[in-house]
């Protein structure tokens, strides 16, 4: 089979995007000195491409590989601590309208990891964000992921932050983004190291009064927000929403994400209290090295829990949501 090449979508007018246009809408060089080192907003073009409607959200469901898809749910009693925690779900033999219609309807988010990677009609468009952000920014974003979330009016993102460099690239609908500030009491370094040995969990604990330090943006669709590296924040929904997250891991992460695992070590095996913040740059680097040989030597005991399935979809029920005898996921 010939590989992939845009230029034929190009050619055959297969893929609806106007390449005459840019995908960045109002990128200034205001936004070049603020990327990276602050949250901004920008305006993109994902729309136009016409791959974000529900006709084809729903074909893309359909060839979307299983086991990079999540149907998920929110527990109904929830850890004030760590609130809006995910359940996974089981769709397995339900049509994909049908999933649709829970999404629009149910408490369900529905999240197809690396879609934008994998379907070369949504790697076209990948490659013209990232293209674009690197000719204005400098940055190289090639090997960036990207994920399609179809949410629910009443899905929430708990509280949490990434160990790699996220744009939010808002396309339909109307959510709410709270940013945190970085300080200890926000995200602490304990917290932070938590995340660093773990594959599956990013939550942080939340109290209610981080609130007021909060920056909120009201994201309209063709806007995409881009915050600093490892920023705490939460999304609440008020509508139904379509959007794409997109991560890459850039030096600056992986050498902080290695030096977190070290210091995860230290405080768990030898009960001292390491600051990440009082590092200088050669022990960053140091305990970069040592936490990558930890993570060699599988000194890091996996702490994930294992993935859990304690719902189905179930259309002939309201909101579409049933629960299940909770089983580890295996599909
Ligand atoms: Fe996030």
Not at 95 to 105: I, L, W
Not at 187 to 210: H, M, Q, T
Not at 212 to 236: K, M, S
Request: proline content about 6%; charged content about 25%.
């Amino acid at each position: 089979m010939k590989a992939f090449d845009p230029k034929d979508l190009k050619a055959s007018n297969l893929h609806p995007y106007n390449w005459g246009e840019t995908m960045l809408t109002d990128w200034t060089v205001r936004h070049t000195e603020r990327f990276g080192e602050e949250t901004v907003t920008f305006g993109h073009d994902l729309t136009r491409s016409g791959l974000f409607t529900d006709e084809a959200l729903i074909e893309l469901m359909k060839k979307h590989p299983i086991d990079q898809m999540d149907v998920c749910s929110m527990t109904d009693e929830p850890d004030p601590r760590f609130p809006n925690q995910f359940l996974t779900g089981d769709f397995r033999g339900v049509p994909m309208e049908t999933v649709m219609a829970a999404a629009k309807a149910g408490r369900v988010f529905v999240n197809l990891r690396k879609a934008m990677n994998i379907h070369p009609e949504y790697r076209v468009l990948l490659d013209q964000m990232f293209g674009e952000l690197a000719e204005q920014t400098g940055f190289d974003g090639s090997q960036a992921k990207g994920g399609i979330l179809i949410s629910s009016p009443i899905s929430q993102t708990p509280y949490h932050f990434d160990k790699t460099e996220t744009i939010l690239w808002h396309i339909r609908g109307e959510k709410r983004i709270y940013i945190y500030p970085m300080t200890q009491e926000f995200i602490a370094d304990e917290d932070y190291e938590a995340v660093a040995v773990s594959y599956r969990i990013d939550d942080l604990p939340y109290d209610a009064r981080f609130d007021e330090a909060a920056t909120a943006y009201d994201l309209q669709p063709g806007q995409a927000i881009a915050w600093p590296l490892n920023a705490p924040h939460r999304v609440d929904n008020s509508s139904f929403c379509v959007s794409v997250t997109t991560e890459y891991a850039t030096r600056a992460a992986s050498i902080k994400n290695n030096a977190m695992i070290a210091n995860a070590a230290i405080r768990g095996k030898f009960g001292m209290k390491p600051g990440y913040q009082y590092d200088g740059t050669v022990k960053r680097f140091a305990k970069a090295g040592l936490g990558v040989a930890l993570r060699k030597m599988g000194y890091m005991e996996r702490k994930d829990s294992p993935d859990l399935v304690s719902f189905k979809i179930d259309p002939e029920v309201s909101g579409y949501v049933v629960p299940t005898e909770p089983f580890v996921r295996n599909f």
